[in-house]
């Protein structure tokens, strides 16, 4: 990751104040990218790790506090195995070496999501990576990992049930207060812009409680060949929304 000062390229159209705080994307698209060029899909993950630095990168020089990315879902097991053994691998090869440069960047990751399903040597780089980072103060990345928005829901309250049961939570004390605490993103703010790439019409199970408010944008390119023109007009879209929250 490159030096950057906050704001400096910042797109002269946009404005500052209202940029949103904290974008999410689903980023869709690397093996029909790959497809495409004849190439083998791990060719359009290994290009769509580049494509979401550049991101994260963007996000710290024009301002934009937090960045989630959904990096996989619970579903994609589903895949081929080669396919899912080669995504464990590369997370795990980009988490140590971008390591210090998000320590020199100051950037805090944090990965949420059922961690424990994933192989020991990736729980250990995520374990470290986490702690290494916990203290920075810049741009917040979150790295949604082995993430279904359902089953987060389900063990939130699976574990408020328990507190119940012992008597330390009553029925009637819950609210949505009490019960982000128990979900995967407690203490992350909710996302204000989701970015879904390569045109799907879906949220496809992702942050299914922390986006009910979340301004949504939908573009037909590929998640590899999202870049910050790309990113430049998908904030261009959202600052010509008006965003009510359900009021007039």
């Keep these: ?21 904290h974008v999410a994307v689903i980023m869709d698209g690397n093996g029909r990218w790959a497809k495409d060029r004849g190439l083998p899909r791990i060719m359009g993950h290994r ?25 996989f879902s619970s579903e994609n097991w589903g895949r081929p195995l080669e396919e899912v053994n080669f995504l464990m691998t590369l997370f795990e090869r980009v988490l140590r070496q971008e390591l ?27 374990k470290n990576s986490m702690e290494t980072t916990r203290q920075n103060q810049g741009i ?29 939570l009553k029925p009637e004390e819950i609210n949505e ?15 204000d812009l989701l970015i879904r ?29 999202f870049n910050r023109p790309e990113f430049h007009r998908a904030l261009s879209a959202y600052q010509q929304r008006e965003r009510r929250f359900g009021k007039i």
């Design 1 to 21: 990751m490159n030096q950057g000062t906050c704001l400096q390229d910042l797109p002269v159209d946009l404005k500052p104040e209202r940029l949103p705080n």
């Design 47 to 71: 290009r769509g790790v580049e494509a979401l630095k550049d991101l994260l990168r963007c996000c710290r020089d024009w301002g934009i506090e937090a960045l989630t990315a959904y990096a």
């Design 100 to 126: 210090q440069e998000m320590m020199a960047e100051d950037v805090q990751i944090r990965f949420v999501g059922n961690l424990s399903s994933l192989p020991l040597s990736l729980q250990a780089e995520i």
């Design 140 to 168: 917040k990345f979150t790295v949604a990992t082995n993430y279904g928005g359902r089953q987060e829901i389900i063990q939130a309250c699976q574990a408020i049930a328990i507190q119940v049961e012992k008597g330390l």
């Design 177 to 191: 207060e009490i019960f982000e605490q128990y979900l995967y993103t407690t203490g992350i703010s909710h996302p």
């Design 197 to 225: 790439t390569s045109g799907e019409m879906r949220i496809s199970n992702f942050l299914l409680w922390q986006i009910a408010y979340s301004e949504i944008y939908v573009t037909e390119t590929f998640w590899p060949d």
